[in-house]
């Protein structure tokens, strides 16, 4: 008898288990679709956010550090800037001590400044640093490292952004200055500069010995321009700087401009760009100088030598004829110089420095 209610018990437990099984299944797996939901929107909510990433590279004799802020949000976002300051990048050596913050002397416009990220965009910056500290020195060989933030300001609309999302650090190395190809000045050697350069140059050369504007123009920096000086010492106050557009009706332009001032008078130098062109650019067949010097003085005279200091870790390139007239023992010298200034991965011109004897 006792068997015989055990088997019934159990086949009644098989068939509770059997009819609530269909019932069962659906909770369960409703209970797991819950718990995946869960998981994923934490997994979601996780990967919503702002990323900041950086890399670096040494070229022509500076640090260039390239950087982004990534949106990994589903949708598009907007940030505001409150100036035209939109990132700080600091740089530390291996004390920790600042040699350089980009902010450092420079005025940023105060106005409110948006800009937009799609979905999976990014919005990026470059700085260049020239390796120098705050006081103008070259830095000395070791590590360092750079903390870039980016600046937007609280939108009320939206959620502050963790700090961390903004911020990311950079950390490298600086050889001596020889292996990166710059003397004791920090300025790029002769050898270094005349393997980046030499091929370019001699293109502009050909352009402005065929008075080829066209061609010309598409050599010059399209932010700077190139500013003409017709002796030697860069002045900022009297030289005329020609955008792109400019030197591509440079030699048809008939207007008179004053370039300056004549050496030894005083009076002003009023040329139309074509006469200019004869009296204080081509006024030697500089394409086929007796000497070229890549970022070296070749030609002397008694006016200070400021294009170092004028233009930006620049590559000059000088065109030299030591003389032509025997009777003159060389003070009848002229040179043409070429200056080029990095734009992003390319060199454009942004001067063009006539040279001789002055009195």
């Known amino acids: 008898m006792q068997k015989k209610n055990l088997r019934n018990l159990f086949i009644f437990g098989g068939l509770l288990v059997a009819f609530s099984l269909p019932f069962l299944i659906p909770a369960a797996t409703r209970l797991s679709d819950r718990s995946t939901a869960v998981e994923k929107g934490k997994l979601s909510s996780e990967a919503e956010r702002f990323e900041t990433r950086g890399d670096y ?9 390239d950087f982004e ?19 700080e990048i600091v740089i530390r050596d291996e004390k920790d001590e600042e040699v350089y913050r980009y902010s450092e002397g420079k005025a940023f416009t105060l106005a409110l400044v948006f800009r937009n990220i799609d979905p999976g965009a990014s919005l990026a910056w470059q700085d260049r ?22 600046m937007p300001i609280p939108n009320e609309d939206d959620e502050r952004i963790e700090a961390s999302q903004l911020r990311t650090s950079i950390e490298f190395t600086l050889a001596e200055a020889e292996e990166l190809g710059l003397n004791e000045d920090g300025i790029i050697t002769s050898a270094a500069a005349k393997g980046i350069i030499a091929e370019l140059a001699d293109d502009v050369m050909h352009a402005i010995s065929n008075r080829d504007g066209e061609n010309l123009a598409a050599y010059v920096h399209p932010k700077k ?21 400019a030197v591509r009706s440079f030699f048809t332009d008939q207007h008179v401009y004053c370039w300056g001032s004549y050496d030894g008078t005083g009076d002003p130098i009023n040329l139309t760009p074509s006469e200019y062109y004869s009296r204080f650019i081509y006024s030697e067949d500089f394409l086929n100088a007796e000497e070229i010097g890549y970022n070296e003085v070749l030609s002397s005279g008694n006016m200070l030598e400021n294009q170092f200091e004028v233009y930006e870790s620049p590559i000059v390139v000088e065109y030299y004829f030591p003389g032509f007239n025997p009777d003159y ?14 734009d992003g991965d390319d060199w454009k011109l942004t001067g063009v420095i006539h040279n001789q004897w002055t009195i």
């Open 57 to 65: 590279k040494i070229k022509g004799g500076k640090v260039v550090f």
């Open 69 to 87: 802020l990534i949106n990994h949000y589903p949708e598009a976002k907007e940030l505001q800037f409150g100036s035209g300051q939109q990132f």
């Open 129 to 150: 640093w020239d390796m120098r500290d705050q006081e103008g020195k070259m830095v000395s060989p070791g590590r360092y490292r750079a903390e870039i933030e980016i």
């Open 225 to 245: 321009g190139v500013r003409f000086t017709p002796y030697t010492y860069v002045n900022l106050e009297e030289d005329l700087v020609f955008t792109p557009p």
């Open 329 to 342: 023992m060389g003070m009848d010298w002229r040179s043409l110089r070429l200056v080029f200034e990095e």
